[in-house]
């Protein structure tokens, strides 16, 4: 007669929980490998989902294939666009500063001299030779810039890359991702299909909105960049509030990258009284938009409380850098809309009698 030994349950838990720990651990290694593509993917997403709305807009009135090569080549050519308004301008403010600098140290050496205070400083650390010393050596710096930016060229090209693979995977959502959706919702319960359908619609509505608040946020922050470098005369103010703008869709850092960008602008058009008027505006305006606009916007666009707003892009831009900021208040979004879809399915499910009075039907 054969001997039944009993189950070890403590064994088998012990079994379980190694495996579960050695699962995780894989899964968190292969993320860690491919990180980089797994980034392309998020940031693919993020795109195709913003411009579903575009694209559904145009397949009303063409084929959707068409529709989709219109809206992403809008897309491309703004960038463009803006590169080929300003690069010419700040190649010939570049080569002015170059050839005025020399005159611009000595009218510095010039008021020196004229100022008994300066002059005395001047005579204990000598910096008016320092200045003339770097006006003489500036035109052969800037030969050296252009071996620079021939070194940085090689980084444009790596990002080149990565920004026409992220497009083309775009691409490939918006073309399939109907189809992949309605695929997804017809494999899940009836009981279930129609909140998922409904939850994917609201998260797309959500981007959507997101993206066109971002959008209006950066025409606002490009208007007053406007307003004020024509007050204080600075040449070329409307490709430069162009700058403002694409760099102010940036969360967190992108109005500061502007303004500094600005600024440099503001040293050659009245120092330093233009450099003190934009320095202040920038610091204002940049707490302001920060505290103010962006949460009200966003607030109406998503439907998400201004704290929720303020603290999902604190923590995404610390966690993730830009890229974090840039998915923080869509990322919010989609999670208030999952729990909110959970809740109702919960409260539903609970309200199920079976088997009986008294007694409810347990949640899957």
């Known amino acids: ?67 989709i090569a219109l ?22 403010q570049v080569e002015d500063l170059s050839s005025n600098v ?43 810039a252009a071996g620079l930016l021939r070194d940085i060229g090689v980084g444009v090209v790596n990002s080149v890359f990565a920004a026409v693979t992220i497009l083309i995977l775009s691409i490939f959502m918006v073309g399939g991702g109907p189809r992949w959706a309605e695929a997804f919702v017809r494999a899940q319960p009836p009981d279930r299909a129609q909140r998922i359908e409904r939850a994917l619609r609201e998260v797309a509505n ?13 025409t606002i922050a490009g208007v007053s960049a406007f307003i004020v470098m024509k007050i204080l005369g600075a040449p070329f103010a409307g490709p430069l509030a162009l700058v403002v703008a ?42 302001f938009e920060n505290y103010v606009i962006q949460p009200q916007i966003q607030r109406r666009a998503v439907a998400v409380e201004p704290f929720v707003v303020l603290v999902s892009v ?23 809309i999952v729990w909110r879809e959970y809740r109702d399915y919960r409260r539903e499910t609970l309200a199920q009698p079976i088997d009986g009075p008294g007694r409810l039907e347990a949640p899957a």
């Open 1 to 67: 007669m054969a001997v039944m030994t009993p189950r070890d349950p403590f064994g088998r838990a012990a079994l379980r929980a190694v495996v579960i720990v050695l699962t995780v651990a894989l899964a968190l290694y292969l993320i860690v490998l491919l990180r980089k593509p797994i980034t392309w993917l998020v940031i693919a997403a993020f795109i195709a989902v913003a411009m579903s709305g575009p694209v559904n807009l145009l397949a009303r009135r063409m084929k959707r294939g068409l529709a």
């Open 102 to 144: 020399p005159q611009y140290a000595d009218d510095v050496t010039e008021y020196v001299n004229e100022n008994d205070t300066l002059r005395g400083l001047n005579e204990k650390y000598d910096f008016t030779t320092e200045i003339q010393k770097f006006a003489d050596d500036l035109p052969s710096r800037i030969g050296d």
């Open 246 to 287: 694409f760099f102010d869709l940036i969360p967190v850092v992108g109005a500061t990258i502007g303004a500094v960008l600005i600024g440099i602008v503001m040293l050659f058009v009245n120092f330093p009284i233009a450099v003190i008027i934009w320095g202040a505006f920038a610091i204002f305006y940049q707490q």
């Open 314 to 336: 604190l923590f995404g831009s610390t966690l993730f850098g830009i890229l974090g900021a840039v998915l923080a208040i869509p990322t919010a979004a989609t999670l208030q």
């Open 206 to 218: 959500a981007i959507g909105n997101y993206v066109g608040g971002a959008l209006v946020q950066a």
């Open 71 to 92: 809206a992403y080549l809008a897309m491309v050519m703004i960038p463009i666009g803006l590169g080929a308004a300003l690069i010419p301008s700040i190649v010939n």
